[in-house]
């Protein structure tokens, strides 16, 4: 039982697991984490059912937020936040798709350009549809290779207009140039199951001693 932490994460979601399982590898280091969502067998079967997102007006496993859109006209909406382990990771739709270089390199921040991120979605990714095992301490990634009705429209009426057909849409860029073009998403679904970071990062590390 740890008495007291050397660092304390507010939030299992999909940052804090991350956070919490990295830091306790040190066995050094310990690690508290607060969750205020629901937890338990029959949630964990919930979120990990991708046919369906537990998002409804009773789901135990989301906070809604009310938020202004626009003060003038007013208008309003309600933000869908996942509450239970993984956050907002465990109960979307499984879309894992990385933002684009130029989206970090614009920013000018230092220690965040393409180069400095790069190595971290490697390092926590593992993708099934170009490796032969998948990596259980690692996201698990896949595409659909099936894509019926609209998408499968959309993406007819994209290549006809000339789009490439991308196979990739996480690749990096040959020679630093995005190419624009049309894919199938990649999905942190496999086999009909959502695996979040949640599952992957913090479930694995449940077990330390210095991690509770």
């Known amino acids: 039982m740890i008495s007291h932490s050397d660092v304390l994460i507010v939030g299992a979601g999909s940052a804090g697991s991350v956070l919490a399982e990295r830091l306790s590898v040190d066995p050094g280091c310990r690690v508290t984490v607060l969750e205020a969502g629901a937890g338990g067998p029959d949630i964990e079967s919930m979120v990990r059912d991708s046919g369906r997102l537990p998002i409804g007006p009773a789901s135990p496993v989301v906070q809604r937020y009310r938020t202004l859109l626009t003060q003038d006209p007013p208008r309003s909406a309600s933000l869908v936040r996942g509450c239970t382990l993984g956050g907002s990771g465990a109960i979307n739709g499984g879309y894992f798709c990385r933002a684009l270089p130029d989206d970090f390199d614009s920013t000018g921040v230092p220690g965040w350009s393409w180069r400095d ?73 496999v086999r009909g199951v959502r695996i979040g970071p949640g599952d992957v990062f913090l479930g694995a590390a449940s077990g330390r001693p210095n991690l509770v």
């Open 117 to 189: 991120v790069e190595p971290h979605f490697s390092a926590t990714t593992s993708d099934l549809d170009a490796v032969a095992h998948a990596d259980p301490t690692r996201i698990r990634v896949r595409r659909t290779t099936e894509l019926a009705c609209s998408s499968g429209e959309f993406t007819d009426a994209a290549i006809e207009a000339g789009y490439p057909w991308l196979p990739d849409l996480n690749a990096e860029p040959v020679g630093g140039k995005d190419l624009r073009g049309v894919g199938a998403v990649p999905l942190n679904i």
